[in-house]
Nanobody, 116 residues
Framework: QVQLVESGGGLVQPGGSLRLSCAAS????????MGWYRQAPGKQRELVAA???????DYVDSVKGRFTISRDIAKNTMYLQMNSLKPEDTAVYYC??????????WGQGTQVTVSS
C-alpha cells in the first residue's frame, strides 16, 4: 500500500514562490506517470502538472511557464516548484498517479494560500 505525504504549502503573497514535495512510501512510484492535483473551495479536483516515467512533463494552461514538476526517483519523491503565484492558485494540492485508474489512496494534501 503506497502512502503519499504532501508538504511545503503555506501562505505566500502574489508573485511569490513555493516548492511542494510529495514523499511516497510503501512502493516505488517510478513506473507510474505522476501528477500534482489541486482542489479549490467549491471546485473539482484538477490535474495541474504531470510527469511521465520517462521524464516528459505536461501542464494545464493556467500554470504553464510558472510551475515545474520534477521527481527524484532515488528518494521516491516528487516536487512542484511554483513561481509567480496568483490568488487563483489558492487550493489544497495533492499528488497521485496521473491516471485515475491507477490512483493510490489520497494523502491529506498541503494548503497553498496566495494572498496579500
Amino acid at each position: 500500500q503506497v502512502q503519499l505525504v504532501e508538504s511545503g504549502g503555506g501562505l505566500v503573497q502574489p508573485g511569490g514562490s513555493l516548492r511542494l514535495s510529495c514523499a511516497a512510501s510503501g512502493s516505488s512510484f517510478s513506473i507510474y506517470p505522476m501528477g500534482w492535483y489541486r482542489q479549490a473551495p467549491g471546485k473539482q479536483r484538477e490535474l495541474v502538472a504531470a510527469i511521465a516515467s520517462g521524464g516528459n512533463n505536461d501542464y494545464v494552461d493556467s500554470v504553464k511557464g510558472r510551475f515545474t514538476i520534477s521527481r527524484d526517483i532515488a528518494k521516491n519523491t516528487m516536487y512542484l516548484q511554483m513561481n509567480s503565484l496568483k490568488p487563483e492558485d489558492t487550493a489544497v494540492y495533492y499528488c497521485n498517479v496521473a491516471l485515475s485508474s491507477r490512483w493510490f489512496k489520497w494523502g491529506q494534501g498541503t494548503q497553498v494560500t496566495v494572498s496579500s
